[in-house]
């Protein structure tokens, strides 16, 4: 019997973690680590091996079979594109000090589409192949081309059979007109909460009377279109806190059960003013107590909270599948599935990627919609899109849920070859599985409580825990 190659890591019960290729997983001792070492395993080891999938007799037999499809269905295969995301403006009423797209103030000329420019876009979008299409208006302010995003979204609903239509706004200055494009059932809000009123109002609002408007704006959207239509993200000065009981009271405030918390994101304007020392140290541990606070929380709660990106992590070391998060995803290729096209018409395959190039740190662009697309501009990057070979990641046991980004690492390092634990991106995400398993290997029934609600069933399940000794 042979046994797929098994990666290990100490956790912080004294045991350890190991995996397999394909995302297999279970907790052992130091024991079993001498006997898998130096092949002496004995018939106790073999037998759990193989009933959870962990070995093999040869090769095309049902448990490699097995094993070979678990490791393809980890890997994520781009299809169509049908998800576009559109800039019609980079115009903004607000001058948010760590703004990622660095926007422009929105009295500025020669920062939005020109006729021309929306005709291009409409031909483009006109010779997809794809029957579906999700598009996401961005800014700047999005709002402030409503015209345009009307032309946009005719369009679309008359050429594609299924559409989705997404608005990323600031929700500070909404006309008559704006509300009923909005109102629309295949249309959906996106916006920012940064935490709690006085937290928005520090980063983004600064005055009473803005933050009044746009909590009334938010009540309204919520009130109107629902929860489901409406979406708030809190973007988290790492500086400055807020306690994780203050956002989740008030998200819950306007009916919003899942928050992603994020940190001032390293492009753009917040490149300069908010980049700190060890802040992924700072992150991890705030995140954390976030977790645990969201456990106490839905232990007594009638509806449950969860932190998005922490229960779409979880959701990919349970089961295969789980890509929608496009900065997750292995291999992460680039320029295949969406695309940005920016207030110029220019092509980006993120929207990461359009900031690196506004700042003149690289040009990742791929054409514009006039001259066509040019994929050949980051053939280079995908060619080191993938984890799967990767020195620093072929050890990992959190290699088969982990991806890559390698535009964050352009952005942060200058270059896509840092040692990959050396890089923010790996410092979180091996913080984030490592409080992954410490939950799920939990006997803690406030802890299980959670797991089983993120994970999408009806109780914890303690084969989710497996363990051999």
């Not at 006309?175 to 006085?198: G, K, N, P, V």
């Not at 500086?239 to 390293?266: D, K, W």
């Not at 990106?309 to 900065?327: E, I, K, P, Q």
């Not at 089983?452 to 989710?464: D, Q, S, T, V």
Request: glycine fraction near 4%; charge should be negative; hydrophobic fraction near 35%.
């Amino acid at each position: 019997m042979t046994v797929f190659p098994l990666k290990f890591r100490p956790t912080i019960d004294g045991k350890l973690l190991f995996a397999d290729d394909a995302g297999g997983y279970f907790k052992s001792d130091q024991s079993f680590l001498e006997r898998y070492a130096e092949d002496r395993l004995e018939p106790h080891d073999h037998t759990f091996l193989d009933r959870n999938g962990h070995s093999f007799s040869k090769v095309d037999d049902l448990p490699f079979t097995g094993f070979a499809h678990r490791w393809a269905n980890r890997l994520y295969k781009p299809d169509q594109t049908d998800y576009i995301i559109l800039v019609p403006t980079l115009r903004c009423n607000l001058a948010c000090g760590y703004c990622q797209v660095s926007r422009v103030n929105e009295n500025t000329p020669g920062y939005d589409w020109t006729a021309e420019t929306l005709r291009a876009v409409l031909q483009f979008l006109d010779r997809l192949p794809t029957t579906r299409l999700k598009v996401e208006f961005q800014g700047g302010e999005p709002l402030l081309k409503l015209d345009m995003l009307s032309q946009v979204r005719r369009f679309c609903r008359d050429r594609f059979q299924q559409t989705e239509f997404v608005v990323c706004t600031n929700l500070q200055t909404v006309s008559d007109e704006a509300w009923e494009f909005l109102s629309a059932s295949d249309t959906f809000i996106s916006t920012s909460l940064d935490a709690d009123a006085r937290t928005h109002q520090r980063q983004r609002t600064i005055t009473d009377d803005k933050t009044r408007e746009f909590l009334t704006n938010l009540h309204r959207a919520v009130d109107e279109f629902g929860p489901n239509r409406v979406s708030a993200l809190p973007t988290i000065d790492i500086r400055s806190l807020p306690t994780p009981e203050s956002i989740i009271a008030s998200f819950l405030s306007f009916g919003f059960r899942s928050i992603y918390l994020r940190p001032v994101n390293y492009q753009g304007f917040a490149r300069k003013r908010f980049a700190a020392k060890d802040s992924a140290t700072v992150w991890t541990e705030y995140h954390s107590s976030f977790i645990d606070a969201l456990v106490e929380f839905n232990w007594t709660a009638e509806q449950h909270v969860e932190e998005y990106y922490f229960t779409h992590c979880l959701r990919r070391v349970l089961r295969s599948g789980h890509n929608g998060h496009a900065d997750l995803r292995n291999p992460n290729i680039l320029g295949h599935g969406y695309l940005v096209i920016d207030y110029d018409g220019t092509f980006y395959p993120t929207d990461e990627a359009r900031m690196v190039t506004r700042i003149g740190q690289f040009d990742l662009s791929m054409g514009n919609v006039r001259d066509g697309l040019k994929l050949e501009a980051i053939e280079a990057l995908n060619s080191e899109a993938s984890n799967n070979y990767h020195p620093d990641c072929i050890h990992c046991p959190y290699q088969a849920f982990c991806g890559v980004d390698l535009v964050d690492d352009m952005s942060r390092y200058g270059r896509i070859d840092m040692p990959k634990h050396l890089t923010d991106f790996c410092q979180r995400h091996t913080y984030i599985f490592d409080k992954i398993f410490e939950v799920i290997y939990s006997d803690n029934p406030k802890i299980q409580k959670s797991i089983a609600l993120w994970a999408g069933i009806p109780e914890f399940e303690p084969a989710l825990a497996k363990v051999h000794l």
